[in-house]
């Protein structure tokens, strides 16, 4: 059971290029969310996906899309890489309990992404 | 939406000597307040969490109390021990059907051997 995984943990881009971070998770969560973490800044919420095929933006969406295809992967793409998405990022998980109680979010090791 | 706020930014506290750090939240439907731990370069990892329908939680050397009334919890840990150094993340998470956490801006605590 390796948890959250993502790739690739380090990446140096230039700016204008695209690249897709993946996350996995086998857990069998419904709930997947997308985090960047900047100094001083904690973690903030991108996009989430609530279950397969459903994408929610968060706190910080602009520049980055995402997708949902199979209930294991969240993808997060950047298409036009800004020195602003210079960042760490961090995927979670969790489980599904609505209506009931919220559920703990796992974190995955996270992706170091420097655009030059 | 939620807003998060965590004090002090930096703690530092003897070794053995306990540490407490205070978050304040915006909405008062939030009712689930975890609390993560990130040693430097690792992932947050869950260390304790509480819900609003109990005012205290112990797990060993940690406890989280919450007070609904003025929207704040905090974080004790007590007998501090070097390998509790790390950045620690309080959140909050309401009652949406999506599990969606607000994060504050996290606390560095170092402990001082």
């Known amino acids: 059971n390796a948890g959250v995984t993502q790739t690739p943990k380090f990446r140096v881009l230039k700016t204008g290029q695209s690249m897709t971070l993946l996350c996995a998770q086998d857990?069998?969560?419904?709930?997947m969310y997308w985090y960047r973490q900047d100094p001083g800044m904690g973690l903030r919420l991108i996009h989430y996906?609530?279950?397969?095929?459903?994408?929610a933006k968060g706190e910080v969406p602009d520049g980055y899309n995402v997708s949902r295809l199979k209930k294991q992967n969240f993808l997060l793409g950047l298409e036009s890489a800004a020195p602003s998405q210079t960042s760490v990022y961090f995927c979670?998980?969790?489980?599904?309990?609505?209506?009931?109680?919220?559920?703990?979010?796992?974190f995955g090791d996270g992706t170091r992404l420097s655009i030059l | 939406g939620e807003n998060v706020e965590q004090h002090p930014s930096t703690l530092s506290v003897q070794e053995g000597d306990s540490a407490v750090i205070k978050c304040t939240y915006s909405?008062?439907?939030?009712?689930?307040f975890p609390w993560y731990k990130q040693e430097l370069g690792k992932r947050p990892q869950l260390i304790i969490d509480?819900?609003?329908?109990?005012g205290e939680k112990k797990d060993q050397r940690i406890a989280v109390t919450l007070n609904k009334t003025a929207k704040h919890f905090s974080l004790h840990i007590t007998e501090t021990q070097p390998e509790d150094s790390a950045v620690y993340f309080c959140?909050?998470?309401?009652?949406?059907?999506?599990?969606?956490?607000?994060f504050g801006k996290g606390n560095q605590v170092v402990v001082i051997p």
């Open positions: 979670a998980s969790s489980y599904n309990r609505d209506p009931g109680p919220n559920q703990p979010q796992h």
């Open positions: 857990m069998n969560h419904e709930y």
């Open positions: 996906s609530v279950g397969e095929g459903t994408t």
């Open positions: 909405d008062s439907a939030s009712n689930y």
């Open positions: 509480i819900r609003s329908n109990v």
């Open positions: 959140a909050a998470g309401g009652p949406y059907g999506n599990n969606r956490l607000a």
